[in-house]
């Protein structure tokens, strides 16, 4: 059997990698070379979104549990979790308007800009979430 912080362990080094693979796509996008920051971006967000499903939607299922007290704490799960589900619906908007499946209501690279911070801060959250339930 897995230790208790195994499993959120792993989500950690996965956001490591995660957090290098957009690194990456970001230098692709500076560079111009704009299909392979695309299909970085759509990698990297594809294996986010699996990981919100199998890891993180469970674990804030039982922080946020009924009966537990309420604070600060989960204040910050909740703004962890707003924050990264904006972050995925900006990307899913993005593609969606580089698909033209829809029209732009943004400008592409306000909403680019957009979901790097909303996932940035989320990250960041994510960490100290880390940090506090586990250390």
């Known amino acids: 059997m897995l230790p208790d912080h195994a ?3 792993a989500n950690l ?3 490591l990698i995660l957090t290098a693979a957009l690194a990456y796509a970001l230098l692709l ?3 111009g070379q704009f299909e392979k920051h695309c299909l970085a971006t759509r990698l990297a967000f ?3 979104i699996l990981t919100i499903i199998a890891m993180m939607s469970p674990a804030m299922e039982s922080i946020l549990e009924p009966g537990r007290p309420n604070g600060l704490f989960q204040a910050e ?3 962890h979790h707003a924050l990264g589900l904006a972050a ?3 990307w899913v908007y ?3 308007v580089f698909l033209r499946r829809i ?3 943004l400008p592409a690279k306000q909403a680019m800009q957009a979901a790097a911070a909303c996932w940035m801060a989320s990250l960041a959250l994510g960490f100290h979430i880390y940090w506090r339930m586990y250390y």
């Open 7 to 9: 499993l959120p362990a």
């Open 13 to 15: 080094a996965l956001q």
């Open 29 to 31: 996008a500076m560079k």
């Open 46 to 48: 594809a294996a986010q």
């Open 77 to 79: 799960v909740l703004a």
């Open 88 to 90: 995925v619906l900006l």
């Open 94 to 96: 993005i593609n969606l």
């Open 103 to 105: 029209r732009a209501r």
